[in-house]
C-alpha cells in the first residue's frame, strides 16, 4: 500500500469516528436541554400552585408531572401536565359554578366552617356514599332555618347560636329550665344560599403554559449550548432514560 492510500485510509477511519462521536454529543445535549426546559416548567407551574393560598396547595402542586422522551436520537420530546386538569382550569378561568336544575348552591361560611369547607362524615364501608352536607351541618348545629332571599341573598341559619371559647365553635345554645339563655347568643349563617357562585381566579398555569411555548425555541437553544459544552468539558453524564419525572 502507498503512502497515500494509507494516510487516506486513516483519515477515513478518524472522520467515520468523530462523526459517531460528534452525534453521540449532539443527542445527549438535546436530551439533556428538553429535560431541563422541561423541569423548569414544572418548576413554575408548581412554584404557582403552592402560592396560590388554595387548599391543601402543596398537595395538589404535586400533581404537576412531567413526561420526557428521549426517542433514542435528535428526537426528544416531553410534555408537562395536571393530573386534576379540572380543578387546574376552573381555578384559571375563574369560571361560574351553577346549580343544576335550578336548585341553590350551598357555601360554607368561613366564619362557621374552619377554611369554609364541611368535614363530611365518611362513607360506610360498601355504601358507596358519603355524609350528606346537610346531614353533616344537622349533627353539628341541629335543625337549620331557611332565609327566603332578601336583594337576591339567602341562607340556612341557626337561631340562638352561641360561641365557645372553649373550642372555637358556634353551637346551639341551650335554655335553662325557665326557657332563657344565659350569656350571648345570635343568629348565625351556616350556609349562603345561591344559584351560582364564581370562583376566584387564584391560578396563572395558563399565562405560565404560554410563555413557556413562546420562549421554548430560545430556552432549547441555550439549554442546548450549555449542556454540549459541558458534555464537552466531560462534566455531564446522562442518567438512565426517564418516560416520568416529578412524583
Given at each position: 500500500?502507498?503512502?497515500?492510500?494509507?494516510?487516506?485510509?486513516?483519515?477515513?477511519?478518524?472522520?467515520?469516528?468523530?462523526?459517531?462521536?460528534?452525534?453521540?454529543?449532539?443527542?445527549?445535549?438535546?436530551?439533556?436541554?428538553?429535560?431541563?426546559?422541561?423541569?423548569?416548567?414544572?418548576?413554575?407551574?408548581?412554584?404557582?400552585?403552592?402560592?396560590?393560598?388554595?387548599?391543601?396547595?402543596?398537595?395538589?402542586?404535586?400533581?404537576?408531572?412531567?413526561?420526557?422522551?428521549?426517542?433514542?436520537?435528535?428526537?426528544?420530546?416531553?410534555?408537562?401536565?395536571?393530573?386534576?386538569?379540572?380543578?387546574?382550569?376552573?381555578?384559571e378561568r375563574a369560571e361560574t359554578i351553577r346549580a343544576r336544575n335550578g336548585r341553590?348552591?350551598?357555601?360554607?361560611?368561613?366564619?362557621?366552617?374552619?377554611?369554609?369547607?364541611?368535614?363530611?362524615?365518611?362513607?360506610?364501608?360498601?355504601?358507596?356514599?358519603?355524609?350528606?352536607?346537610?346531614?353533616?351541618?344537622?349533627?353539628?348545629?341541629?335543625?337549620?332555618?331557611?332565609?327566603?332571599?332578601?336583594?337576591?341573598?339567602?341562607?340556612?341559619?341557626?337561631?340562638?347560636?352561641?360561641?365557645?371559647?372553649?373550642?372555637?365553635?358556634?353551637?346551639?345554645?341551650?335554655?335553662?329550665?325557665?326557657?332563657?339563655?344565659?350569656?350571648?347568643?345570635?343568629?348565625?349563617?351556616?350556609?349562603?344560599?345561591?344559584?351560582?357562585?364564581?370562583?376566584?381566579?387564584?391560578?396563572?398555569?395558563?399565562?405560565i403554559r404560554r410563555r413557556a411555548e413562546a420562549r421554548f425555541p430560545q430556552d432549547?437553544?441555550?439549554?442546548?449550548?450549555?449542556?454540549?459544552?459541558?458534555?464537552?468539558?466531560?462534566?455531564?453524564?446522562?442518567?438512565?432514560?426517564?418516560?416520568?419525572?416529578?412524583?
Amino acid at each position: 500500500m502507498s503512502f497515500a492510500l494509507q494516510v487516506g485510509a486513516a483519515l477515513l477511519g478518524n472522520y467515520e469516528q468523530e462523526i459517531a462521536a460528534g452525534r453521540r454529543r449532539v443527542e445527549q445535549g438535546l436530551q439533556a436541554a428538553m429535560e431541563e426546559v422541561a423541569e423548569a416548567l414544572q418548576e413554575a407551574w408548581r412554584n404557582d400552585v403552592e402560592g396560590s393560598g388554595l387548599a391543601k396547595a402543596g398537595i395538589l402542586s404535586r400533581t404537576i408531572r412531567q413526561r420526557v422522551y428521549r426517542n433514542g436520537g435528535l428526537d426528544p420530546a416531553a410534555v408537562v401536565y395536571s393530573k386534576f386538569p379540572v380543578i387546574q382550569r376552573a381555578f384559571e378561568r375563574a369560571e361560574t359554578i351553577r346549580a343544576r336544575n335550578g336548585r341553590f348552591l350551598l357555601v360554607p361560611n368561613p366564619a362557621v366552617w374552619p377554611g369554609g369547607r364541611v368535614r363530611r362524615a365518611r362513607s360506610s364501608a360498601g355504601s358507596g356514599q358519603g355524609g350528606d352536607t346537610i346531614q353533616a351541618a344537622r349533627a353539628r348545629f341541629g335543625e337549620l332555618t331557611f332565609v327566603p332571599p332578601r336583594a337576591g341573598r339567602a341562607g340556612l341559619v341557626l337561631a340562638k347560636a352561641k360561641y365557645s371559647e372553649k373550642t372555637g365553635r358556634f353551637r346551639q345554645a341551650k335554655a335553662n329550665k325557665s326557657g332563657a339563655y344565659t350569656g350571648a347568643v345570635a343568629t348565625i349563617v351556616v350556609f349562603f344560599v345561591v344559584r351560582q357562585a364564581r370562583q376566584p381566579k387564584m391560578l396563572r398555569g395558563a399565562a405560565i403554559r404560554r410563555r413557556a411555548e413562546a420562549r421554548f425555541p430560545q430556552d432549547l437553544q441555550r439549554a442546548f449550548d450549555r449542556n454540549l459544552s459541558r458534555i464537552e468539558r466531560g462534566t455531564l453524564t446522562l442518567p438512565p432514560a426517564r418516560t416520568q419525572t416529578g412524583g
